[in-house]
């Protein structure tokens, strides 16, 4: 963390050590503990400054703890009573504080002094401060054009660092109307932005998540687009996503400019989607709160081209915005987030995510919550992936036998007056427990190859069941396992009841008369039975070359068999062996 003021800078260090006898140190000390929201949880006050918790806003959190490292903050906020706050928001970007000069005032009189701190966006606030409290003469200078510029300065560079940047302005105010009217609450929230005196400047350093550069590349190498929408400053924003990989060309990052630019290169008429990485911007862009005012169609139709975008300055009315207009250019859009700022965006994306550990707002709006760490959405992209190939797989070992193999049997009796190959009975042993453990088995497999290479699905085409599923299942393993499972019918037929499968064909309800082939009907209808069991075990057997073929789609059964560690799953073993129990169960 480092502090600051408009002629001098200071790291935390040089801070602790000239603190006592530093009196732009004090006054700074003095306007971060009472512009604070942060207070320590009195059931752990006694601990090592490192081990207490804190109740409130991270950020006013980290300045609570920084500030406390140096002088007590206690003392400060006994001696100055607070008697009015304004809250930081997300809109707003900045925080209010008002307070009694000394613990005996009380301000029941409206021409007693007190003393107003205000803390936010160093951009959002510079425009009202007049004037600055000087390190080098410890005193009130005038603002003018030189320490604004060097203000600024400071602003950027710590900025490009990666820290967050905060200013914290003061003045004296004395309110026209009583404490706590609301004729008080407007005067002060219009008064008390006026003429501010810069005390000083905070840097924060939030370092981001040590698996978050891990994370982005392995999701961008799954055909995923990492964006980064944020309320920090632009150059803090964009120093963060170099870090974690959301910014990676080396170039200076387009901006608002860039994109009226790109918009005059544009082709009229409809564009293609910017689902094909072939049509996109391989550029990075920066872009702020303040530009997306300024937006129409046509901007977005740029913006939502490129490859690596950060949206700085943003409200959570815009960043609601930003997810609608990618999902009206046909992407999909997954949102994450923690703050009750977040709600509206995680309720409108595709996929809302949340973090356990953020507030019970963002985990109501979201779809999904992680449990763990940053990582985990690249464990759900891949576990997501592997999920939607094995119902594939359940449905392609399905389809054979529990749908064309019983299809034709009844077509065949039907129209073609062959005794009925396969008995109702037996459809529903089938599709309710022969082929319910093995194509439970196939929900177990692992992934044959690395899915996060895959390109995204395109969630408007390729669907769960399509041509491929549909030929494989009925055209090729469907086909094979209808003519064997007959084939075996007629066999037996032929065999043991010594009726050739001509005398079978078109013999309607000549078969189950007395005299047919001279046997009685009762005779007939047993072998009828009987045939129907050899159909049915037959399929059976046969499924489970059917499960073992479904169960890779790249691979062939030495490259990945299902006893080797790599894709080792014997639940499709046991599988087969209770469907057989089953049908010997049912035929005897």
Same mark, same amino acid.
């Given at each position: 963390?480092?502090?600051?003021?408009?002629?001098?800078?200071?790291?935390?260090?040089?801070?602790?050590?000239?603190?006592?006898?530093?009196?732009?140190?004090?006054?700074?000390?003095?306007?971060?503990?009472?512009?604070?929201?942060?207070?320590?949880?009195?059931?752990?006050?006694?601990?090592?400054?490192?081990?207490?918790?804190?109740?409130?806003?991270?950020?006013?959190?980290?300045?609570?703890?920084?500030?406390?490292?140096?002088?007590?903050?206690?003392?400060?906020?006994?001696s100055?009573?607070?008697?009015?706050?304004?809250?930081?928001?997300?809109?707003?970007?900045?925080?209010?504080?008002?307070?009694n000069?000394?613990?005996?005032?009380?301000?029941?009189?409206?021409?007693?002094?007190?003393?107003?701190?205000?803390?936010?966006?160093?951009?959002?606030?510079?425009?009202?401060?007049?004037?600055?409290?000087?390190?080098?003469?410890?005193?009130?200078?005038?603002?003018?054009?030189?320490?604004?510029?060097?203000?600024?300065?400071?602003?950027?560079?710590?900025?490009?660092?990666?820290?967050?940047?905060?200013?914290?302005?003061?003045?004296?105010?004395?309110?026209?109307?009583?404490?706590?009217?609301?004729?008080?609450?407007?005067?002060?929230?219009?008064?008390?932005?006026?003429?501010?005196?810069?005390?000083?400047?905070?840097?924060?350093?939030?370092?981001?998540?040590?698996?978050?550069?891990?994370?982005?590349?392995?999701?961008?190498? =799954?055909g995923v687009?990492?964006?980064? @929408? #944020? /309320?920090?400053?632009?150059?803090?924003a %964009? *120093?963060?996503?170099?870090?974690? $990989?959301?910014?990676?060309?080396?170039?200076?990052?387009?901006?608002l400019?860039?994109?009226?630019?790109?918009?005059?290169?544009?082709?009229?008429?409809?564009?293609?989607?910017?689902?094909?990485?072939?049509?996109?911007?391989?550029?990075?862009?920066?872009?702020?709160?303040?530009?997306?005012?300024?937006?129409?169609?046509?901007?977005?139709?740029?913006?939502?081209?490129?490859?690596?975008?950060?949206?700085?300055?943003?409200?959570?009315?815009?960043?609601?915005?930003?997810?609608?207009?990618?999902?009206?250019?046909?992407?999909?859009?997954?949102?994450?987030?923690?703050?009750?700022?977040?709600?509206?965006?995680?309720?409108? =994306?595709?996929i809302?995510?949340?973090? @356990? #550990? /953020?507030?019970?707002?963002?985990m109501? %709006? *979201?779809?999904?919550?992680?449990? $763990?760490?940053?990582?985990?959405?690249?464990?759900?992209?891949?576990?997501?992936?592997?999920?939607?190939?094995?119902?594939?797989?359940?449905?392609?070992?399905?389809?054979?036998a529990?749908?064309?193999?019983?299809?034709?049997p009844?077509?065949?009796?039907?129209?073609?007056?062959?005794?009925?190959?396969?008995?109702?009975?037996?459809?529903?042993?089938?599709?309710?427990?022969?082929?319910?453990?093995?194509?439970?088995?196939?929900?177990?497999?692992?992934?044959?190859?690395?899915?996060?290479?895959?390109?995204?699905?395109?969630?408007?085409?390729?669907?769960?069941?399509?041509?491929?599923?549909?030929?494989?299942?009925?055209?090729?393993?469907?086909?094979?396992?209808? @003519? #064997?499972?007959?084939?075996?019918?007629?066999?037996?037929?032929?065999?043991?009841?010594?009726?050739?499968?001509?005398?079978?064909?078109?013999?309607?309800?000549?078969?189950?008369?007395?005299?047919?082939?001279?046997?009685?009907?009762?005779?007939?209808?047993?072998?009828?039975?009987?045939?129907?069991?050899?159909?049915?075990?037959?399929?059976?057997?046969?499924?489970?070359?059917?499960?073992?073929?479904?169960?890779?789609?790249?691979?062939?059964?030495?490259?990945?068999?299902?006893?080797?560690?790599?894709r080792?799953?014997?639940?499709p073993?046991?599988?087969?062996?209770l469907?057989?129990?089953?049908?010997?169960?049912?035929?005897?």
């Amino acid at each position: 963390m480092s502090a600051g003021f408009v002629d001098e800078t200071y790291t935390a260090q040089q801070v602790r050590e000239t603190f006592r006898e530093n009196m732009a140190l004090q006054q700074l000390h003095r306007a971060a503990v009472l512009c604070n929201g942060a207070t320590f949880d009195a059931a752990t006050a006694d601990l090592p400054l490192e081990s207490r918790e804190i109740n409130g806003d991270a950020t006013d959190g980290a300045i609570l703890r920084f500030v406390e490292s140096f002088g007590d903050a206690s003392v400060v906020r006994t001696s100055n009573p607070e008697i009015y706050q304004i809250p930081f928001n997300s809109r707003n970007k900045w925080m209010l504080t008002m307070h009694n000069s000394s613990p005996s005032s009380q301000m029941s009189e409206k021409q007693s002094a007190g003393l107003i701190f205000v803390k936010g966006a160093p951009d959002v606030l510079i425009p009202s401060c007049t004037s600055y409290f000087s390190a080098m003469t410890n005193d009130i200078q005038p603002l003018d054009s030189g320490a604004r510029a060097r203000l600024i300065a400071t602003q950027e560079q710590w900025s490009r660092g990666g820290q967050r940047v905060i200013l914290i302005c003061m003045r004296e105010y004395i309110p026209y109307h009583a404490v706590g009217t609301n004729d008080f609450s407007v005067e002060i929230t219009k008064k008390g932005l006026e003429e501010l005196t810069i005390v000083g400047i905070l840097g924060l350093m939030d370092p981001p998540r040590p698996e978050s550069a891990v994370t982005v590349d392995d999701c961008r190498r =799954a055909g995923v687009r990492f964006f980064m @929408v #944020t /309320g920090d400053f632009g150059l803090t924003a %964009a *120093a963060i996503a170099r870090q974690i $990989g959301i910014i990676t060309t080396h170039a200076e990052p387009d901006s608002l400019a860039d994109v009226v630019k790109q918009m005059s290169d544009m082709p009229s008429g409809p564009l293609p989607s910017c689902r094909d990485p072939a049509n996109r911007i391989q550029k990075s862009l920066v872009l702020e709160g303040k530009d997306l005012v300024l937006f129409t169609e046509d901007h977005w139709d740029v913006v939502t081209r490129y490859e690596e975008i950060v949206f700085a300055r943003t409200t959570p009315e815009q960043k609601l915005g930003i997810v609608t207009s990618f999902q009206k250019r046909d992407n999909v859009v997954a949102v994450t987030g923690d703050g009750v700022n977040d709600a509206p965006a995680l309720k409108a =994306a595709d996929i809302g995510v949340a973090v @356990v #550990t /953020g507030s019970d707002v963002a985990m109501e %709006a *979201a779809d999904l919550v992680l449990m $763990g760490n940053f990582d985990s959405i690249v464990g759900g992209i891949r576990l997501g992936r592997l999920v939607f190939q094995n119902l594939q797989k359940v449905i392609a070992y399905l389809l054979p036998a529990g749908s064309w193999s019983e299809a034709w049997p009844v077509i065949i009796n039907a129209y073609l007056g062959v005794p009925l190959p396969l008995s109702s009975f037996l459809m529903i042993i089938i599709c309710c427990f022969t082929d319910l453990s093995p194509c439970l088995s196939l929900i177990m497999e692992k992934e044959e190859f690395d899915l996060l290479t895959l390109p995204p699905r395109n969630h408007k085409k390729d669907h769960l069941i399509n041509l491929k599923i549909y030929v494989q299942a009925y055209l090729f393993v469907g086909m094979m396992e209808t @003519v #064997t499972a007959h084939v075996m019918f007629f066999f037996y037929f032929w065999r043991y009841a010594r009726i050739p499968p001509r005398d079978l064909f078109l013999a309607f309800e000549k078969y189950n008369q007395d005299g047919f082939h001279g046997y009685t009907a009762e005779e007939l209808i047993n072998f009828n039975n009987v045939g129907q069991c050899v159909y049915f075990v037959t399929l059976v057997i046969m499924q489970w070359g059917n499960l073992l073929s479904v169960r890779n789609k790249r691979l062939s059964i030495f490259q990945a068999d299902p006893i080797r560690k790599e894709r080792r799953n014997l639940w499709p073993f046991a599988g087969a062996v209770l469907a057989f129990v089953i049908a010997i169960f049912v035929t005897e």
